[in-house]
């Protein structure tokens, strides 16, 4: 793989890290993270937003790990960011390699990434840096589970970083994708109703927005549901969406004010509607195409060319 760096362990390593790898997988905890994450930014409020999506990567995460043996797995994080889930996982003796170009777009996760790594030689936490895009991957038949959490839109080429997530998988591995799915006209980077799929329409209509952060709304990839499916039905591989997202996506706004306060004001409303009326059980009955986020897990068979698609 491009530009492969290894964070060094050293010979110390402190107490509450002292952790036997045969019972890493059932200590992983989004409180015992927030811990992890405060010894990187002790009482840094500016940066409790990354800490609450290393967070919410984590919950999504957890559901695929306790389907791989903890002794031994292998675990690949692409668009790994500021590292902090990546180092996370390792901090439990887990074999990791996080996946991270950090172009210019996302110039200010630099200081945040830099930060983590430091610490993780500081306390001899093993953790493998690849600089590198998720297009670039060449890893075939190395790790247990593959992820990437919202980062698949940041890509140049979405479906060539899913195959090479799936190419990267053991027999039996898992890939999980979670990411926008801009079939719905919503983006949340911008927090913009997005008018039709073009680019310079919307950028127009939405200058004083977009010019923040020009670097990112350009590499933004409208990646949506139909386009993902049909990718994956035809390579013929064991795939599925997860239908209840959006549900859980509604009812982190009641458990998640860090995520509440992120999101524009009558989406809270409608969120906050649903969730007191009950109503929030329906959405798990919308079709996996209208979900938005998307999320999909790929496993990987004996002989991929078994595979087959699920709706």
């Not at 887990?94 to 110039?107: D, I, K, N």
């Not at 990434?113 to 297009?135: A, D, H, M, S, Y």
């Amino acid at each position: 793989m491009p530009g492969s760096d290894v964070v060094p362990p050293v010979s110390r390593y402190t107490a509450e890290f002292e952790l036997t790898t045969s019972s890493a997988v059932s200590e992983l905890s989004e409180a015992d993270l927030v811990r992890f994450c405060s010894g990187i930014f002790p009482k840094e409020l500016a940066q409790d937003r990354f800490v609450n999506e290393a967070r919410f990567g984590l919950s999504r995460v957890l559901r695929v790990l306790p389907a791989v043996d903890p002794s031994s797995v292998k675990i690949l994080e692409v668009g790994a960011g500021s590292c902090m889930l990546s180092a996370y996982l390792a901090s439990k003796r887990l074999q990791v390699t996080a996946v991270e170009p950090l172009g210019p777009e996302f110039g200010f996760f630099l200081e945040l990434q830099r930060r983590v790594l430091n610490f993780c030689q500081g306390e001899g936490i093993e953790l493998k840096l690849v600089r590198g895009t998720g297009e670039e991957l060449n890893s075939p038949g190395q790790f247990d589970v593959a992820f990437t959490i919202n980062a698949l839109e940041h890509m140049r080429d979405p479906l060539r970083t899913i195959d090479n997530m799936y190419d990267s998988l053991t027999p039996g591995g898992i890939a999980l994708v979670h990411c926008p799915n801009y079939t719905m006209p919503f983006d949340s980077h911008f927090n913009i109703l997005l008018v039709t799929r073009s680019k310079p329409i919307n950028e127009w209509l939405y200058q004083s927005k977009i010019s923040r952060y020009p670097n990112v709304w350009n590499e933004l990839n409208f990646v949506r549901y139909s386009e993902v499916r049909r990718h994956l039905t035809n390579r013929r591989v064991n795939f599925s969406f997860d239908r209840s997202i959006m549900r859980e996506m509604v009812a982190r706004l009641i458990d998640d004010p860090v995520f509440a306060e992120r999101m524009p004001p009558v989406i809270y409303a409608v969120g906050m509607m649903l969730c007191h009326t009950g109503l929030v059980r329906a959405l798990s009955y919308v079709p996996a195409r209208f979900q938005s986020p998307m999320e999909v897990r790929i496993k990987k068979d004996g002989d991929p060319s078994l595979g087959m698609p699920s709706a």
